[in-house]
């Protein structure tokens, strides 16, 4: 059964930073790519980072130098570096993994980044 589970968010203030992680099970980790996403109560969801499976990475315009995507293959791990948060940064995070040759995806449940004061 796969199972990818996002951990790690909560409530932080503005110019806080947090690190929300994304563990995935059931699946040769190392054979996706894997991405986060967010999507905020009434918006459309957006993609944020992607890193690949030779660890390039790419970053939506809105969180360049500011976030940071990485993986960690033996712990089937990818985790998201959010620094300097500020509150249109506030969603519903979402970890997806696709399989490299195949295109086969799986989603997260989610984990909840509030942003305020």
């Known amino acids: 059964q796969v199972q990818l589970v996002e951990s790690g968010g909560g409530l932080v203030q503005p110019g806080g930073s947090l690190r929300v992680s994304c563990a995935a099970s059931g699946i040769s980790f190392s054979a996706y790519a894997m991405s986060w996403f967010r999507q905020a109560p009434g918006k459309q969801r957006e993609l944020v980072a992607t890193?690949?499976?030779?660890?390039?990475?790419n970053l939506a315009d809105s969180v360049k130098g500011r976030f940071t995507i990485s993986r960690d293959n033996a712990k089937n791990t990818v985790l998201l570096q959010m620094n300097s948060l500020k509150p249109e940064d506030t969603a519903v995070y979402y970890c997806?993994?696709?399989?490299?040759?195949?295109?086969?995806?799986?989603w997260g449940q989610g984990t909840q980044v509030t942003v305020s004061s």
């Open positions: 997806r993994a696709v399989h490299r040759v195949t295109f086969r995806l799986y």
């Open positions: 890193i690949t499976t030779d660890g390039s990475t």
